[in-house]
């Protein structure tokens, strides 16, 4: 059985300070944004930070931006060139990396110069902003997103998703590994990683099958490959065939026409009239009546409050 989420505890997140409404931007503004202010900050604790505020420019203060290419950017001032921060914001960023390593995920202001994961200017091509660059490059694993990307339903469901399931690995890890453990932490996403391939779910039991490394090694194999795998696209089509598979456990014990309306509200969503949420509540519903102790454990039908009401619409968004 795997480890769940702590329900009284919050789970936290690293957040750019000008997506709540701090007035920290060059220009002695803010970037407020309403998602992740309003409706993450319900769920979430936040731990705000301005790197650029942080090593001590002011508010307002001269613009800055990337230079030199992709790989190797400096960070300089847009009207001063020789002013040069990029020094001081790589070991804030090396910093935090550390001071942060409690958090779940990181909402990063998108295009900033400091914390843009993709698309930031560096001349005419496009990179990625120094702190959130160096920041990530300690936590490879860690979901991140931007806010612009949170606007996009895809994108924030997949976010969402990544950071309670680093979450549950973080309450794992502080249990203390164990192969039982492990492999109840395994066991009890099959379903969500059918929903982002087939091949995800036997490919990562065989590396907790896999003799040789040690157990430390062997849980951060395995959970690279794990946080791998949700990277990719749920898609509705694999999450019909995860709820198809789930009916075809139960349906037999329902009448007729219970089994008939849960193919039909499958079908609905794989065509698009009807959201995830249907067909999950629908069998959740039946799984109270009928308990099927192969998914009684599952994420996928069975996430925290929290993570119910994020994902799938229990409160509006």
Known sequence: MAESPARGRAVRLGVSSCLLGRKVRYDGGDKYDRFVSRTLGKYFEFIPICPEVAIGLGV?????????????????????????????????GKRMARELGG?????????????????????RRRGQGLYAKVFL????????????????PA???????????????????????????LSGFHAAHRLALMAHGARHYPALGRLLRARGPGMK???????????????????????AAVLRYIAGRIEKRLRPAEAAKLRETIRAYRGGSAALAAPLKLIRRHLRRHPDPALADQVYLHPTPRELALRHGIRKL
């Open 217 to 239: 090694a062997q849980a951060q194999g395995y959970f690279r490959r794990f946080m791998r795998a949700l990277e990719e696209p749920a898609t509705t089509a694999r999450h």
């Open 155 to 181: 994108r924030r469901d997949n976010f969402l998703e990544r950071v309670f399931a680093y979450r549950r690995w973080q309450d794992l890890v502080a249990a203390g590994l164990t192969p039982a453990r």
């Open 103 to 123: 958090v779940s995920g990181y909402v990063f202001k998108s295009r900033s110069p400091s914390c843009g994961l993709r698309r930031v200017p560096v001349g």
């Open 60 to 92: 307002p203060r001269a613009p800055i931006h990337l230079a030199g290419n992709p790989r190797a950017v400096g960070v300089i001032g847009v009207n001063e060139p020789g002013q040069d921060v990029t020094t001081r914001l790589a070991a804030y």
């Open 137 to 152: 490059a300690t936590h490879p694993l860690l979901p991140a997103e931007e806010e612009d990307g949170l606007h996009d």
